[in-house]
């Protein structure tokens, strides 16, 4: 079957360190999408990417990048990580074309703490 | 810009009793509209979508109607059980250029059902 993976699911890591979440999925999707989850903010968007090579910032950029080499993968990292980034990341893909309704997949999330 | 706001939590009900979670929204032209559901630990799962004026999206007993003249998309279910506990996220997007759009979340109401 199909599906969106993450990694790591749990991570410690230190303020200023480098710190980079895997995710990959089989679906052939061209969109894929990260997001941050902390409480009292729902699900903010950090980066999106509609296709290879294609990358766009959204509301919560900063401090974070992305890149798009292949259509299966979308690797976040965080240059300088920093204690408020601190939260649960989701990684989330969905095909476009015809019949497409917006509908995104989620991977099971990667939860970060900063130290 | 586009954005989705939804009632606040934690909502506590009764097995069986009746719910409702308000979610409204503000887009310019016709974006979709979801239901996400998130259980503790996991990822975000779809639950119904409505893709036009009007649709009613259901699944496992919960039912949203896409209102545009009131600009909602309400959450109900007629009896819920324990195993509905979770989180429930309003979202929606609007398709552009066929390449999809941004999915923008409200910020989640947490669903708590005691025997």
């Known amino acids: 079957d199909a599906e969106i993976t993450q990694s790591p699911r749990h991570k410690i890591t230190e303020t200023g360190r480098q710190v980079t979440l895997a995710c990959h999925q089989t679906?052939?999707?061209?969109?894929m999408f990260w997001y941050r989850q902390d409480l009292g903010h729902g699900l903010r968007l950090i980066h999106y990417?509609?296709?290879?090579?294609?990358?766009n910032k959204g509301e919560v950029s900063d401090g974070y990048s992305v890149s798009r080499s292949n259509t299966e993968d979308l690797p976040l990292t965080l240059e300088s990580a920093a204690s408020s980034q601190t939260s649960v990341y989701f990684c989330?893909?969905?095909?476009?074309?015809?019949?497409?309704?917006?509908?995104?997949?989620f991977g099971e999330g990667s939860r970060l703490t900063v130290l | 810009g586009d954005s989705v706001t939804q009632m606040e939590g934690p909502v506590t009900l009764s097995e069986e009793a009746f719910l409702t979670i308000n979610c409204t929204y503000t887009?310019?032209?016709?974006?979709?509209l979801f239901w996400y559901v998130q259980y503790p630990g996991e990822g975000l799962q779809l639950l119904l979508k409505?893709?036009?004026?009007?649709d009613k999206g259901s699944n496992k007993g919960f039912e949203a109607t896409y209102r545009k003249e009131t600009t909602s998309f309400h959450l109900e279910k007629g009896s819920v059980q324990v195993s509905d506990s979770a989180v429930y996220f309003c979202?929606?997007?609007?398709?552009?250029?066929?390449?999809?759009?941004?999915?923008?979340f409200g910020q989640g109401t947490e669903l708590s059902v005691k025997p």
């Open positions: 989330a893909s969905r095909g476009t074309g015809a019949g497409n309704t917006g509908e995104l997949f």
């Open positions: 679906w052939n999707h061209n969109n």
């Open positions: 990417s509609y296709g290879v090579h294609d990358t």
């Open positions: 887009a310019t032209g016709y974006p979709s």
């Open positions: 409505a893709t036009k004026a009007d």
């Open positions: 979202a929606l997007s609007a398709i552009i250029y066929n390449q999809g759009g941004k999915l923008i």
